[in-house]
């Protein structure tokens, strides 16, 4: 709908560099087409590293240990990942956001989202096992994300997430044909959207609504307006309800 010009950046607008147990888990989403070709553009930049090659234990690489006080599980030290974050910020002069994935972090939102796109430079910590020692966040001060309120076994899936809902923001990595602009939760909007119909015009004895295919553009927009507060009204009355966010 709203076209968005392609820019020509002296360098990638955004890098990301992922720290993790499970490098291998982003090989596939590194390669999928929309992040691939934004980074085939220069547009994005990802690094991924392994936490354990910041290991302090040269024999077993081994970083993480049991909680003093005792408890289940184990928590990542603090030393691998005070290592690992000092050399993956001297990786490249811009200034980084540090941004811990955790259950305990501040729910993600599309404003949080669009106050991340433009910072440059993001590094993304994953956890495991029972999370971090706590000096990591007094050492670091991270902005703490959650993805909603359920536990995954890790960060991982979390960090693609913001990869993946940060990088439609910037200019260029959506196609022409594409646009960000009038997503549901964007830039203010809070309706869902509405419901929409491709050829054949029957199928099943289901027909397109006549509105549709009638070329009369002011029904058409007023229709999915209606539809849209419908849709919100019966499945998501708080996005009515909420009064923008500071980050809106
Ligand atoms: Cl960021 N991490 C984990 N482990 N669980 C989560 C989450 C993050 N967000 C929602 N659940």
């Known amino acids: 709908m709203h076209s968005q010009s392609t820019p020509v950046p002296f360098g990638p607008t955004l890098r990301f560099d992922i720290v993790t147990l ?4 982003f090989s596939g ?10 980074i085939e553009k220069g547009l994005v ?20 240990d049991r ?3 005792g408890g289940p599980g184990m928590l990542i030290c603090v030393e691998p990942v005070m290592r690992c974050v000092e050399a993956v910020v001297a990786m490249d002069p811009r200034p980084a956001t540090v941004i811990l994935l955790t259950p305990q972090g501040e729910r993600l939102g599309q404003p949080r ?4 796109a433009p910072l440059g430079r993001l590094i993304l910590l994953c956890g495991r096992y029972e999370g971090f020692d706590h000096r990591v966040i007094e050492l670091l001060n991270p902005l703490e994300l959650s993805i909603g309120d359920f536990v995954l076994n890790g960060g991982e899936v979390a960090a693609m997430v913001v990869v993946d809902s940060t990088i439609r923001m910037i200019p260029g990595v959506l196609g022409d044909e594409q646009s960000s602009w009038d997503d549901s939760f964007s830039r203010g909007n809070r309706l869902l959207e509405f419901p929409q119909y491709t050829r054949p015009v029957e199928f099943r004895g289901l027909k397109v609504p006549e509105v549709l295919t009638s070329g009369d553009h002011g ?8 539809q849209s507060e419908m849709r919100t009204r019966e499945r ?7 009064k923008p ?3 809106d």
């Open 29 to 38: 989403y590194l390669t999928q087409s929309l992040l691939a070709k934004a």
């Open 236 to 242: 998501r009355k708080d996005l009515l309800e909420s």
């Open 113 to 116: 989202v669009e106050q991340l």
């Open 67 to 69: 909680p003093y006080g």
């Open 219 to 226: 029904r058409i927009a007023q229709w999915r307006a209606e």
């Open 45 to 64: 930049e990802i690094h991924v590293h392994n936490l354990r090659d910041w290991s302090v234990d040269l024999k077993h690489h081994k970083v993480d």
């Open 245 to 247: 966010s500071a980050a």
């Open 22 to 25: 499970f490098p291998e888990i």
